[in-house]
């Protein structure tokens, strides 16, 4: 194999896939990118078992081929050579030379038949939805997944189909959230899978703000085209609980307030949180709501912010970060919080995304 391409691509090529590349391997070839020439493309491979990442950048082929090269330090050196052309031949006994005007460097890399393959999907059942449709939906969600080993079933995001309906789910036992989108092209059949989050993670680092992305579900897999980047990974096998019995219905008095001023209120007080001290407190009068902390050892604080609110005064106590991780990712100007008692959940609801925080002892 032999090829010359720019700096530019060859590191773009190498940055898209690379980050699915586990330094800690049992199989040797797994810390190796498969590079594959073909007329005047290179294609790019990495794969952790779990995650595969595919993409193609233009290039000058003057031989066809393939070979796996060691990922790290492929990266580190086309970051550091100069800007300009680098071509890049294969040698016997698997040795790499990649050269440019004044530098040449040498890699042993290893054949690609020990590489494993991209999976293949039925391309025939694809969907496509706006990437920055996708993107919104996963900020939105992602950070409600659980990362507790013991609850694997519980650490990814639930992709629902049906009909044309989109609904992603991400919980933790403690938070919920929820967001659905409508699509162009519906499924034939409903489905549903649940998608780890290291592949939500590299999904949601490659999607952009404008174009498509189009995805397949297969029997145990789903691959996402994002404008030619192929991410391709397992689903998370088992059965996700029943979110929706934990969906409190609407309540008839609502607490409106201004959310980044409730932000930044939540920010001070968890200042003073501490790992036995989480809770902060909140109390909600017919004007105001109070937000304080309290850690024995430590300090206290106390915080008022306007809200309209027209029901009975309560005090309820929750995990700040809890209600940070969600309200630093909207863009609403106001929120609508409801509150149903000092023992239920907090729920915030607005087109058609839904967040639930269970409540804490204060």
Known sequence: MKFKASKENLLFGIQTVQNVVSTKVTLPILSNILAETKDNILRLNATDLDIGISCEIPVETIEEGAITIPAKRFSDIIKEVPFGDIIVNTKKNNQID???????????????????????????????????????????????????ESRYVLNGVLFEISGNTIRVVATDGRRLAKIERTVKSPLKNDTNVIIPIKAIQEINRNLKDEGTVSFIIGSNQILFDIGGVLIATRVIEGEFPNYNQVIPKPADNKIVMNTQELLSSIRRAN???????????????????????????????????????????MVVGFNPQFLIDFLKNINDEEIHMELMGVDKPAVMRMNDYLYLALPMRI
């Open 271 to 313: 200042l003073l949180s501490t790992p036995d001290f989480q809770a902060v407190k909140f109390e909600v009068f017919t004007d105001k709501m109070v937000v304080s902390k309290t850690t024995p050892d430590v300090g206290e604080s106390r915080e008022e912010i306007p809200v309209e609110y027209k029901g009975s005064e």
């Open 98 to 148: 990649i050269e440019g005007t004044n530098y040449r460097f040498k890699l042993i890399g290893l054949p690609r038949d020990e590489f494993p393959k991209f999976p293949e999907f039925n391309k025939k059942d694809r969907i496509e939805i706006e990437q920055s449709l996708l993107k919104e939906m996963f900020k939105l969600t992602s950070f409600a997944v659980s990362h507790e």
